[in-house]
C-alpha cells in the first residue's frame, strides 16, 4: 500500500459492532467480563481503549513499523523511552534539540543518575568518541529546531549498530510523508503528535513507533505502568487529522519553497534555513533520505538586532506569534524568547539560536497572503 492510501487505510478496521467507519470514540474507563481475566480483549482504558488502538495502529501503519504507542503527549512519549535506561546510563544527543527534551534530560533525568552528552553530528567522529560501554541511546531530532539542520540517520545508525545502543529519531518535524527512520535502521520513532500528524492545533499528543517485540513491550509496560496515555476524544482527533497527513504535508512544503526562495532574497534578511535551498549546509543529506523539505523554515534578520526580529513577528498578522507548529494555520515564533528560553543563553547562541532568529511553521493558507504578510511585517524595520 502507497502512504497516501496508508494514511487513510493502514492498520484500520471498521468497527465490529456496527460498521462505524471512523471508530467510535470509546469514551469508558472499564469493561464488562464475562468472568475474571474473561473479557474481550479490554479491561481497564490505561491499559489498552479501543479508539486509541485505532490511533495505536494507525501510527505503526504510517512510520512502517510493527508496533505503535500512544502518549498524553511527546514529551510523556520521550519519558517513557528515557524509562528504560537505569542509573549510570548514557546518552548521545544534540547540542540543538527541542528546548523541552533537553529540560526532560537535564532538569529530571540527570538526576536520576543518568549521563547526557550533546553534541554537534555533522562529524560523526564526535560521536565516535564519546561512545562507551555505559552508551545505551542516541536521541536524534532531524531537521532540528529551529535551525533546521538535518542528521545522516543512516551514518548515526551504523555507527550505533556496532555497539548495540539504540537509535530513537524524534520525527515531529519530518513526519513519516517525508522520512520512515525505521526504514533506515533506527530503533524507535517518536512523535510530538501535537503537531504535523494531529495538525489541527487543537490536541496535546505523543508518539511512539518500534518494530522489535522485546522493546514493545518495555514500553507497553511503561506506558501502562506510568500511565501517560492520551484519552478516546484526543485519540479520534488525531485519527482524524492523520487522514489528510499527506495532503497537508504536500501543501506545507510546497508553500514553505516559495517563502524560503522569497525570503533568501530580501535585503533585510541576513540568512534563511530551510533544508531544501540548495545552499544549505546539509541539503544533499536532506536530499538523500527525505522526500521533500517540510514546512518549518527559520531566518535571521540582518544586524543581528533582537528589536528587529521581534518588531517582525509582532506585526505579522496571518503568521500567528504562538509556541507549537504543524497545524494548517502559518504561526511564528522568537525561539530565542519563547521555545528555547529554557537553554541557556551561551548555550543557544553557540547553535544559531540568536535573539535575531525567527522560526516559521508555513501553513496551508494561500501562498501569496503569506507574502504579502512577511512583505508588510519587513517593512516596518
Ligand atoms: C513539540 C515538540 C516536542 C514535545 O511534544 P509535546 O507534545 O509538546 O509534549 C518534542 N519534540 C519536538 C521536535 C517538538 O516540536
Redesign the pocket.
Known amino acids: 500500500m502507497k502512504f497516501n492510501t496508508k494514511a487513510i487505510h493502514g492498520n484500520q478496521k471498521h468497527d465490529p459492532s456496527t460498521g462505524a467507519v471512523m471508530p467510535p470514540i470509546y469514551q469508558t474507563s472499564t469493561y464488562a467480563q464475562k468472568s475474571p481475566g474473561q473479557h474481550k480483549g479490554f479491561e481497564y482504558s490505561r491499559t489498552g481503549n479501543p479508539t486509541r488502538s485505532a490511533l495505536e495502529n494507525a501510527f505503526a501503519s504510517l512510520e512502517n513499523g510493527k508496533f505503535g504507542l500512544a502518549f498524553g503527549?511527546?514529551?510523556?512519549?520521550?519519558d517513557a523511552v528515557m524509562k528504560l535506561l537505569k542509573p549510570g546510563d548514557e546518552v548521545i544527543s544534540t547540542n540543538d534539540?527541542?528546548g523541552?527534551?533537553y529540560r526532560l534530560f537535564t532538569k529530571i533525568y540527570e538526576k536520576f543518575g543518568i549521563k547526557f552528552h550533546f553534541i554537534g553530528f555533522r562529524n560523526t567522529n564526535t560521536l565516535s568518541k564519546l561512545i562507551n560501554k555505559k552508551t545505551k541511546l542516541i536521541w536524534i531530532?532531524t531537521p532540528?529546531?529551529p535551525m533546521l539542520n538535518i542528521i545522516d540517520i543512516e551514518a548515526v545508525v551504523k555507527i550505533a549498530s556496532q555497539h548495540k545502543i539504540l537509535v530513537a529519531v524524534?520525527n515531529?518535524?519530518a513526519t513519516p510523508y517525508l522520512q520512515l527512520p525505521l526504514d533506515m535502521g533506527a530503533d524507535i520513532v517518536?512523535?510530538?503528535?501535537?503537531?504535523y500528524l494531529g495538525g489541527h492545533s487543537d490536541v496535546?499528543?505523543?508518539a511512539l513507533v518500534v518494530n522489535d517485540k522485546d522493546l514493545s513491550e518495555k514500553l507497553y509496560f511503561i506506558q501502562n505502568a506510568s500511565g501517560a496515555i492520551c484519552g478516546p476524544m484526543d485519540s479520534f482527533l488525531v485519527l482524524r487529522g492523520l487522514k489528510t497527513l499527506h495532503v497537508r504535508m504536500q501543501r506545507h512544503c510546497e508553500n514553505a519553497a516559495i517563502i524560503a526562495n522569497y525570503l533568501e532574497k530580501h535585503p533585510k534578511i541576513e540568512k534563511v534555513y530551510w533544508p531544501g535551498l540548495k545552499t544549505h549546509p546539509n541539503h544533499k543529506i536532506a536530499k538523500k533520505q527525505m522526500n521533500d523539505f517540510g514546512g518549518m523554515l527559520s531566518f535571521s534578520t540582518k544586524g543581528n538586532y533582537k528589536v528587529d526580529a521581534m518588531k517582525v513577528v509582532e506585526n505579522l498578522k496571518i503568521f500567528t506569534l504562538a509556541e507549537?507548529?504543524?497545524g494548517v494555520e502559518s504561526l511564528c515564533g522568537h525561539p530565542a524568547t519563547m521555545?528555547h528560553a529554557s537553554i541557556p543563553k551561551e548555550e543557544r547562541e553557540k547553535t544559531g539560536v540568536t535573539d535575531s532568529l525567527i522560526r516559521l511553521s508555513v501553513g496551508i493558507e494561500d501562498v501569496s497572503d503569506l507574502i504579502d504578510d512577511l512583505e508588510q511585517a519587513l517593512m516596518i524595520i
Open positions: 503527549s511527546g514529551l510523556a512519549a520521550i534539540l527541542y523541552g527534551t531530532e532540528t529546531n524524534d515531529t518535524f517518536m512523535h510530538s503528535a501535537t503537531k496535546v499528543m505523543g507549537s507548529l504543524g521555545t
